[in-house]
T-cell receptor, first 113, second 109 residues
Framework: SQTIHQWPATLVQPVGSPLSLECTVE??????LYWYRQAAGRGLQLLFY??????ISSEVPQNLSASRPQDRQFILSSKKLLLSDSGFYLC????????????FGSGTRLTVV | DAKTTQPNSMESNEEEPVHLPCNHS???????IHWYRQLPSQGPEYVIH???SNVNNRMASLAIAEDRKSSTLILHRATLRDAAVYYC??????????FGTGTRLTVIP
């Protein structure tokens, strides 16, 4: 089975500072990986997904970027955080087979002050 | 991606069955129906999925309408730990699963 590791659990960063959130996968190889953001009381918004090393697709224009330097590593970054970047960030993995579901990490709550 | 429609909130008494509905009238023949739930401050957790036939697992049952345009997640005996937001989503090979706002289930002791 697949396990998604995310850290840190909470993060408070000043406006204009850089960001790097890391997600690693255990228990599977060549997964599809995803970064979602959830604003308070809202649904999940897909930010980026990756089907392989170096392959990144962006779903919405934004202040963030993503990279996949290794098969089981997915990184979310920003050069300069905005207040609007605050939210609950979730990394998820999927094996790609239609009858399999997502596995989510435990999330990072980011507050930009 | 085909979208789903769920009630914003539902309540249930503890130890009673709960039926969480989901409408997906634009579902296509290859869409799998997935259910997830999200506890406060946690990532969503897979609950169950199905294609055409009803499905049972240790967490819940999934009843799928014959025309597949709706489905119902059934929790046989609600506990306080089942209080969460439940998402019904469709998957058809796309790399993006659309998570709406889900149904917030409140379990009353």
């Amino acid at each position: 089975s697949q396990t998604i590791h995310q850290w840190p659990a909470t993060l408070v960063q000043p406006v204009g500072s850089p960001l790097s959130l890391e997600c690693t996968v255990e228990g599977t190889s060549n997964p599809n990986l995803y970064w979602y953001r959830q604003a308070a009381g809202r649904g999940l918004q897909l930010l980026f997904y990756s089907v392989g090393i170096g392959q990144i697709s962006s779903e919405v224009p934004q202040n963030l970027s993503a990279s996949r330097p290794q098969d089981r590593q997915f990184i979310l970054s920003s050069k300069k955080l905005l207040l609007s970047d605050s939210g609950f960030y979730l990394c998820a993995g999927m094996t790609g087979k239609l009858n399999y579901g997502y596995t989510f990490g435990s999330g990072t709550r980011l507050t930009v002050v | 991606d085909a979208k789903t429609t769920q009630p914003n909130s539902m309540e249930s008494n503890e130890e009673e069955p709960v039926h969480l509905p989901c409408n997906h009238s634009t579902i296509s023949g290859t869409d799998y129906i997935h259910w997830y739930r999200q506890l406060p401050s946690q990532g969503p957790e897979y609950v169950i999925h199905g294609l055409t036939s009803n499905v049972n697992n240790r967490m819940a049952s999934l009843a799928i309408a014959e025309d597949r345009k709706s489905s119902t997640l059934i929790l046989h005996r609600a506990t306080l730990r089942d209080a969460a937001v439940y998402y019904c989503i469709l998957r058809a090979g796309a790399n993006n699963l659309f998570f709406g706002t889900g149904t917030r289930l409140t379990v009353i002791p």
